[in-house]
C-alpha cells in the first residue's frame, strides 16, 4: 500500500536533548537527581493535565516552581535552563520538507498548549500539512483516538500512513490502528527505514 501521509513525534524526534548538562546543572542547584527533575516536569500529575489542556502551560510551570519551593520569578529562568540543551533537528525538517507533495506530514505530540506556537515562532510550521497537539484535542498518545484524529484532518486512510516516535508504546498505538509505525531511535536509521516504506519496500 503506497504511503499518503507520514506523521511524526516532536519532543525526541524533530526536537532532541542533545546537552544534558545545563539540565544536570539546574538539578545540582535544586539539590535533586536529574530523574526526578525530569519527572516533575514531564511525568508529574500537572504535566499530565497540561498535555490533555485541563491546566495551561503556565499553570503547569507555576506548579513545577511552587514544587520547587522557588517564587513564581523563577519560572522563566529555570524553563530556560531546563530546556537549554535541546535542539531542532534542521536537517530532519528538510527531509520531511522534501517529501511533499509526494505525501502528506504532520505532527501528533504529547504536548502542552503552547506546542503550536512553539513551531510557528521557530519558523517550521510549513514542514507540516497538520499539526495535531494533545492539548488541543484533548486525547495521549497511545489512545487510539489521537491518531484518528491525525488520519481524519490528512483525509488518510490508516494503512496510507506511517508513524515516527521514540517511544515504543506510542509506535504501538498507531500500529493498533493499522498505521505503520517506525521507532526512532536515531536519524539516519529512521530515515532509511521510512524511504524503504515510501518506497514500497
Known amino acids: ?17 542533545e546537552y544534558q548538562a545545563p539540565r544536570e546543572r539546574l538539578a545540582e542547584r535544586l539539590n535533586m537527581n536529574y530523574e526526578d527533575l525530569v519527572k516533575l516536569v514531564f511525568e508529574s500529575q500537572s504535566s499530565r493535565q497540561a498535555s ?48 511533499r507533495p509526494r505525501c502528506k506530514t504532520g505532527l501528533i505530540s504529547n504536548a502542552w498548549g503552547d506546542l503550536r506556537e512553539y513551531v510557528v515562532r521557530q519558523g517550521f510550521d510549513d514542514a507540516f500539512d497538520h499539526i495535531v497537539v494533545s492539548a488541543e484535542v484533548g486525547t495521549l498518545k497511545p489512545e487510539a483516538r489521537i491518531y484518528q484524529i491525525a488520519l481524519e484532518q490528512a483525509g488518510v486512510r490508516a494503512d496510507e500512513a506511517a508513524f515516527v516516535d521514540d517511544t515504543p508504546e506510542n509506535v504501538a498505538g498507531a500500529q493498533a490502528v493499522g498505521m505503520r ?7 539516519q536509521e529512521a530515515l532509511a527505514k521510512l524511504k524503504r516504506l515510501l518506497d514500497g519496500k
Open 181 to 187: 509505525g517506525i521507532v526512532f531511535r536515531e536519524p
Open 1 to 17: 500500500m503506497t504511503l499518503h501521509a507520514v506523521f511524526f513525534d516532536f519532543g525526541g524526534v524533530i526536537v532532541r536533548t
Open 52 to 99: 490533555v489542556g485541563a491546566i495551561s502551560v503556565d499553570e503547569h510551570w507555576r506548579n513545577v516552581i511552587h514544587r520547587l519551593g522557588l517564587p513564581d520569578s523563577q519560572i522563566q529562568p529555570v524553563r530556560d535552563e531546563f530546556f537549554a540543551g535541546d535542539f531542532v533537528d534542521y536537517p530532519l525538517l528538510d527531509f520531511i520538507r522534501s517529501m
